[in-house]
């Protein structure tokens, strides 16, 4: 069984920042795409970045890009997220999640692991 553990988070006003990391435990971490995925009340699960298994190739959704950043650190089997520029909007759980390719994990068919989620709630 793979883990991966978020922390981060909370509650932040708009135009505010807050940063995320998550750590896995699987062993090959540093060969597989990783990516945020975020569900928003009533809403359907999204994508918001991934970020390829070196580190180099990075994509996000139009709706963050220019606002968030998605990073890796092998070393650590760490990922992470800063959020700059926060929206009422961006207010939903958070998902860490690993992929079964190298290269990207932009749909949930590409997910093979899931964190369990963290909230981040943006006031007006």
């Known amino acids: 069984q793979v883990y991966l553990v978020e922390s981060g988070g909370g509650l932040v006003q708009a135009g505010g920042s807050l940063s995320f990391s998550c750590v896995s435990s699987?062993?090959?971490?540093?060969?597989?795409?990783m990516a945020w995925f975020r569900q928003a009340p009533g809403k359907e699960r999204e994508f918001v970045a991934d970020?390829?298994?070196?580190?180099?190739?990075?994509f996000y959704a139009d709706s963050v890009k220019g606002r968030f950043t998605i990073s890796r650190d092998n070393g650590k089997n760490t990922l992470y997220l800063q959020m700059n520029g926060l929206k009422p909007e961006d207010t939903a759980v958070y998902y860490c999640a690993s992929g079964l390719n190298s290269i990207s994990v932009r749909t949930a068919a590409s997910v093979d692991y899931w964190g369990k989620g963290t909230l981040v709630t943006v006031s007006p």
């Open positions: 970020i390829n298994w070196r580190g180099t190739i990075t």
């Open positions: 699987k062993r090959s971490f540093s060969t597989y795409a």
